[in-house]
């Protein structure tokens, strides 16, 4: 059995505010942002440990020998003061660009996106190989502010609200009393800076889109649904980031005279 008043580190005498006194200590101690993932397992332990001696009736049972965590079968505990919500509280999910495990403002900066287009090719240029241009709408790096998203001759200003952090801490009531959590800055969206004069000719997007004439190498042996891949020829990034990917799939138009199974051509039978 476990010995939950070692875990909480009162003696097995303690009144019930000094077991409280002693769980709220650890708990805060055990915050995420004071212990890291490594408080988590520990916190868990303390926390059970609490949902019992927290408890008189589960406390009298667990001091008659019997833990009344293994015994109701149900971990985690239906009753009583809501394990699975202070839990919450202190290692929920983070929403915004960046989990709750992350530290520091979030990056603008995104790979491209990846491009498929399709292009139709005949058998013979299926068998043989060839070049094809092809049209595709793709971004470009926005020639005007190089991809930074800012107006000629300005920069991303500190964000005033967390000061660059691109956190903020919050003050949540829980039964613990108050306990701090952080959370996404609302001001600058995570990114610890904010854009006071956007790029008017990207709006702001550090990229702008436009048709490009592709040079592709059809290697010989296509066949329908095969793929090719160039590299860093899709999407340009954001805020500099690195350029996606363009894919171009073959299909491979009906030959009037000739149909094809794998490597081997048979003449196509007539019908007139
Ligand atoms: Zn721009
Ligand atoms: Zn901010």
Redesign the pocket.
């Known amino acids: 059995m476990k010995d939950y008043y070692g875990v909480l580190g009162v003696q097995r005498n303690a009144t019930e505010s000094e077991i409280k006194k002693a769980y709220r200590k650890l708990a805060r101690e055990l915050h995420p942002d004071v212990a890291g993932a490594e408080g988590e397992e520990r916190f868990k332990e303390v926390a059970a440990a609490y949902e019992v001696l927290g408890n008189a009736d589960k406390r009298a049972q667990y001091d008659r020998g019997v833990d009344p965590r293994a015994a109701s079968g149900s971990a985690g505990g239906a009753q009583g003061f809501g394990f699975e919500d202070i839990f919450e509280t202190f290692f929920g999910g983070g929403a915004g660009p960046f989990g709750s495990a992350q530290r520091g403002p979030a990056s603008r900066t995104q790979r491209g996106g990846d491009t498929l287009v399709q292009t139709e090719v005949t058998l013979e240029e299926a068998v043989f190989g060839v070049t094809r241009e092809i049209q595709v709408d793709l971004a470009d790096v926005c020639g005007t502010c190089h991809g930074s998203c800012c107006a000629p001759g300005t920069s991303p200003t500190t964000?005033r609200?967390?000061n660059?952090?691109?956190s903020?801490q919050r003050v949540a009531r829980s039964l613990l009393g108050q306990v701090m959590t952080t959370a996404p800055?609302p001001?600058?969206g995570?990114?610890?800076s904010?854009i006071e004069s956007p790029c008017t000719d990207c709006a702001g997007q550090g990229r702008t889109h436009s048709r490009h004439t592709v040079s592709v190498d059809i290697p010989a042996g296509v066949e329908t649904g095969t793929r090719i891949r160039m590299s860093g020829v899709g999407d340009a990034g954001v805020a500099g980031g690195q350029k996606g990917d363009l894919y171009i799939e073959i299909r491979q138009r009906a030959h009037q005279a000739f149909e094809r199974r794998g490597t081997t051509f048979t003449a196509r039978s007539r019908c007139r």
């Open positions: 964000c609200q967390c660059g952090s691109g903020v800055c001001t600058c995570g990114y610890g904010t």
